[in-house]
């Protein structure tokens, strides 16, 4: 499985055949089965389908969205000057300046969403993933994130999408990957839109994850 610099790639597949899997295995989470990973840059933001932290603990959207720019901070909640204007232009970017000292878990569903896709974007990744990025959340909030990675796009970036459903961005996606249910991790249509039609009840479904990977993925500039 090779993916090139600037392509818009969307995962489908049933549940249990290995999409977010595959995502972790990319970022290096989980150990790779078989084969090998390459990508041509460690700059990788990662979406993925909930908040990883509970809401027991307050916590601003510029604090969380600040921990996006370091892996360790001595201190993850004390912001610097110059993040706080990254944090406000990738604020200005998702169109939410104005709950920028909320409290991110008094946010609806989708409002979250958006800022978990600031806090992947405020390192300027050169590879985008994103897991289920328009489950649970309104038509609105779709529509935003179909702009927000439009614009992305345009910068020549990779993203990699994980879903049930292409819905509203199916027009930004360059090429389908459907994984196989027999041989979890196997490749059973790699090519453009729409999905042929008797992969129709594999590609869309209600949602999950798992994989055994033997496939090579490359990021190769295009």
Partial sequence: MDINQGEF??????NGTGKTTLLKVIL?????????????????????????????????????????????????????????KLITQVLNTIGLINIKNSNLYNLSA??????MIARALISNPDILLLDEPTAGIDSESQKSL?????????????II???HELE??????D?????????RGSV???????????????????????INTKSILGMNNA
Avoid: C, M
């Fill in 9 to 14: 790639v969307a995962i489908l597949g049933a």
């Fill in 28 to 84: 290096g989470l989980l150990p790779i089965a078989h084969g090998s990973v390459s990508t041509n840059s460690d700059n990788i933001g990662y979406v993925p389908q909930r908040l990883p932290i509970q809401g027991g603990v307050p916590i601003s959207v510029a604090e969380y969205i600040s921990t996006g720019l370091r892996v360790k901070k001595i201190n993850p909640f004390w912001i610097k000057s110059f993040e706080s």
């Fill in 110 to 115: 989708g409002q979250q969403r958006r800022v």
């Fill in 146 to 158: 179909k702009d927000i990675l439009s614009n992305y796009k345009k910068n020549l970036k990779t």
């Fill in 161 to 163: 999408l994980v879903t």
């Fill in 168 to 173: 509203i961005l199916e027009p930004l996606v």
């Fill in 175 to 183: 090429r389908v990957i459907v994984l196989g249910t027999k041989v």
């Fill in 188 to 210: 059973i249509y790699d090519g453009g839109l729409p999905v042929p039609k008797h992969l129709n009840s594999i590609a869309h479904h209600s949602h999950e994850e798992t």
